[in-house]
C-alpha cells in the first residue's frame, strides 16, 4: 500500500491519486461469515402410490458474506484549504455507499450429516447441482441478515478508515470522510 501512494510529502495532483484510488476499484472492508444448515429432500412417486424417487441431504456450509465500496464508480476528491496556520495540506473525500460485493460458499467448510438415495435409477443420485437451488435461499437469507445487522454501514466506516490511512501516507495530515451527496439516507452509509 505504500508503493501506492508513494511517498510522505503530498503531490499536489489530485487527479493522478483519484486515479490510483479507482484502480483499486472494490476496497471490501468488511467480511461476516455465517454457518449454515442445509436441508434438501425430494420424493416422487408413480400414481401417487409407489415411491420412484426419494432423496434427502442434510448438511453444513460456510457462507462468506462481503461488503466495501465500489471505488470505481465514483469517487470525489478534493482539496481543502489549509486548515492550520501551519498550512498542513488537507482533502476531502466522498464515498459511495457501501454495498454487499459478494456472498459465497466456502466448499470446503461442507459437513454432510447424512445423505439417503432411494431410486429406480443409478441418475436417481444426489448431485451437487440439485441443492444449490436450497443453497441460493439460504444465500439470500443470510445476506439479508447481514444487512439488518449492519454490515454496510461497518463496511463505509471501515473503507473510510482505509482511504484515509492511505492519503496520510501520501502526505495529506487532515482527511475528511464524507459520504456523497445522493447516497445521503441509503443503507450502507451513516
Not at 34 to 59: A, C, N, P
Amino acid at each position: 500500500m505504500v508503493c501506492f501512494f508513494g511517498c510522505s510529502v503530498p503531490s499536489h495532483d489530485l487527479t493522478d491519486l483519484a486515479a490510483r484510488s479507482r484502480k483499486l476499484l472494490e476496497l471490501q472492508s468488511c467480511e461476516y461469515v455465517y454457518r449454515d444448515v442445509v436441508y434438501q429432500g425430494r420424493l416422487e412417486k408413480i400414481l401417487g402410490l409407489i415411491t420412484s424417487k426419494e432423496t434427502r441431504v442434510l448438511f453444513s456450509v460456510n457462507l462468506k458474506v462481503k461488503a466495501g465500496i465500489d471505488l470505481s464508480r465514483k469517487l470525489e476528491i478534493t482539496p481543502v484549504p489549509a486548515s492550520s496556520a501551519a498550512g498542513e495540506p488537507a482533502i476531502l473525500l466522498r464515498l459511495p455507499a457501501a454495498r454487499i460485493l459478494e456472498v459465497d460458499s466456502d466448499e470446503n467448510s461442507i459437513h454432510q450429516y447424512f445423505i439417503y438415495e432411494y431410486g429406480l435409477m443409478q441418475e436417481e443420485r444426489v448431485k451437487w447441482l440439485d441443492v444449490q437451488d436450497e443453497l441460493a435461499k439460504s444465500k439470500e437469507k443470510i445476506k439479508a441478515d447481514a444487512i439488518r445487522r449492519g454490515i454496510l454501514v461497518k463496511a463505509w466506516d471501515n473503507s473510510g478508515t482505509i482511504l484515509k490511512n492511505l492519503f496520510h501516507l501520501a502526505g495529506y495530515k487532515t482527511v475528511v470522510i464524507e459520504p456523497l451527496p445522493e447516497n445521503i439516507g441509503v443503507d450502507g452509509k451513516p
